[in-house]
């Protein structure tokens, strides 16, 4: 049974830093590139950032480049999304997806999201 | 890059088929034939139900089915049920500044 399980979310000050991980089972995780999709109360989904298979490529949505790193252990099924420099904007349910490495642009998998709120 | 069109909300009755748009651009659904429809009943992880326009994965009913005309793609259920009551979000490749975006959200209620 295919799982993937977002942890790390909660509440942080605008301006500091926060980690999402997505510990990930039930498929072979080397033959997906990872994505992360948020979700703005009220908003649709947002995509956010993707790594390739083995991790070597990186993509990110411009509003969070330079502040996001998206990371991925292969050992461990996991993919993480380290967030620095948060403002009230990026507020918001965060999803981790995954896409078969021939067709980055289905996600076939999802979680069931992890809350991010920033606020002072 | 701009959130690609879709209707806020669209209802129907048991047994009656809906139609869901999602309206892009040239950069975007009307440029490639990678567009993708998920289900999300709130709380629970999003479900793909169609990719590369018209394709369903293993497992979803042949009540969904996916097509593309120009700039606007849509997805349609037929046999309404109960439980396809839940929102529905397209999504497309861009070769705009963001290699994805999706769709701002449809929510269907089965009246």
């Known amino acids: 049974q295919v799982q993937l399980v977002e942890s790390g979310g909660g509440v942080v000050l605008p301006g500091r830093s926060l980690r999402l991980s997505c510990a990930t089972s039930?498929?072979?995780?080397?033959?997906?590139?990872m994505h992360w999709v948020r979700q703005r109360p009220g908003k649709g989904l947002e995509w956010v950032a993707v790594?390739?298979?083995?991790?070597?490529?990186?993509y990110y949505t411009p509003s969070v480049q330079g502040r996001f790193i998206i990371s991925r252990d292969n050992s461990e099924n996991t993919v993480s999304l380290h967030m620095s420099s948060l403002s009230i904007d990026d507020t918001a349910l965060y999803y981790c997806?995954?896409?078969?490495?021939?067709?980055?642009?289905?996600?076939?998998?999802w979680g069931q999201g992890a809350l991010v709120t920033v606020s002072s | 890059q701009s959130a690609l069109t879709q209707p806020a909300s669209v209802s129907g009755s048991p047994g009656q088929s809906i139609a869901i748009s999602c309206t892009g651009t040239s950069s975007d659904v009307g440029g490639h034939n990678f567009v993708s429809w998920y289900q999300h009943h709130p709380g629970k992880a999003p479900k793909l139900m169609i990719y590369d326009v018209s394709n369903r994965p293993s497992g979803i009913s042949n009540r969904f089915s996916g097509s593309k005309s120009g700039n606007t793609a849509s997805l349609t259920i037929s046999g309404l049920q109960a439980e396809d009551e839940a929102d529905y979000h397209c999504?497309?490749?861009?070769?705009?500044?963001?290699?994805?975006?999706f769709g701002t959200g449809t929510k269907v209620t089965v009246l």
């Open positions: 999504s497309s490749y861009t070769s705009g500044n963001t290699p994805y975006v």
């Open positions: 997806a995954a896409a078969r490495s021939n067709s980055w642009h289905n996600f076939d998998y």
């Open positions: 039930g498929f072979r995780f080397f033959d997906f590139a």
């Open positions: 790594v390739s298979y083995d991790g070597g490529q990186k």
